[in-house]
């Protein structure tokens, strides 16, 4: 998968597609036939520029821009609560903010993320996380992102996300990796 460019790919809109604008959050659908360009291809989903705004099209709408969808995720039947617990963390590494080409874990946007057994045995994640901003409106949308690749991994029953903003984020919060790709280091 394509990372982040600031050379931008065109693509052509095969099929009607579901996108969200960014950074506003509206869910849109996008016609058939409508030309642009793809702005960022990370975590499995895709910042594309048309007409003057961005838009955010998820992996498992690829083809519609003539791209693959993400692979899936495979999980070995005796795995261990440590080893699902390392592909929930691999797992959240895949999520970004369209607007911006590093991971949410690398942002310091989660806070905590627990991989606990539910009344049944089940497997259970509970994530805590936050915003670069409080009025941001992809929130919702990082938040289903988070939800939906970590129940993408078998075992899982399911993920809580709750999102909070205390303590509110701080560029300190940032790996030095993340400071060091947005220029902030």
Known sequence: MAGYSNSS???KLERDCAAVMVPQGESV????GQIGYITQALGGSFTVYIEGNLFRIRGEDADAI??????TIEVDEGASDEEVEK????QLRTCFDPEIPVNIVDLGLVYECDLV???SGEREVR??????APGCGMGDILVDDVRAKVEAIPTIAAADVELTFDP?????????????????M
């Open 9 to 11: 790919e065109p693509i």
């Open 29 to 32: 659908t996008l016609p058939a």
């Open 66 to 71: 003539g791209k693959e969808p993400p692979a």
């Open 87 to 90: 592909l929930v963390w691999q």
């Open 117 to 119: 057994r539910g009344e």
């Open 127 to 132: 994530v805590r996380m936050t915003l670069t």
């Open 168 to 184: 509110p984020w701080t560029h300190a919060m940032m790996s030095d990796v993340a400071k060091l790709e947005t220029g902030m």
